[in-house]
């Protein structure tokens, strides 16, 4: 309790402390460390970065994927499929 009085008595008199806690800060909640997810770099061209990376194609993109580094995935073409939505007219 912040601010809360703490009422003593002796025999003739009436003291009044106020007493406040050693910590007003929040408790700090302590982070969960979750593992880490590794994203593609999308890129207009891809290439091997080391002897373990793999070139791949699939679904008509190609991809590097490296089996020692997690940071060497890549893939190439546009980060986004807002091209694949687009209405032609002639």
Do not use: W
């Not at 590794?38 to 994927?65: A, E, L, N």
Request: a positive charge; aromatic letters at 8%; hydrophobic letters at 35%.
């Amino acid at each position: 309790m912040i601010g809360c009085p703490l009422i003593s008595s002796s025999q003739n008199h009436l003291t009044v402390d106020f007493k406040i806690p050693f910590k007003l800060d929040p408790p700090i909640f302590r982070q969960v460390s979750q593992p880490t997810i590794v994203d593609m770099k999308v890129r207009s061209s891809v290439k091997k970065m080391c002897q373990f990376c793999q070139i791949v194609r699939r679904r008509g993109r190609v991809y590097v994927i490296c089996s020692s580094n997690p940071k060497h995935k890549q893939q190439q073409g546009m980060a986004t499929f807002a091209y694949e939505e687009a209405v032609y007219v002639t």
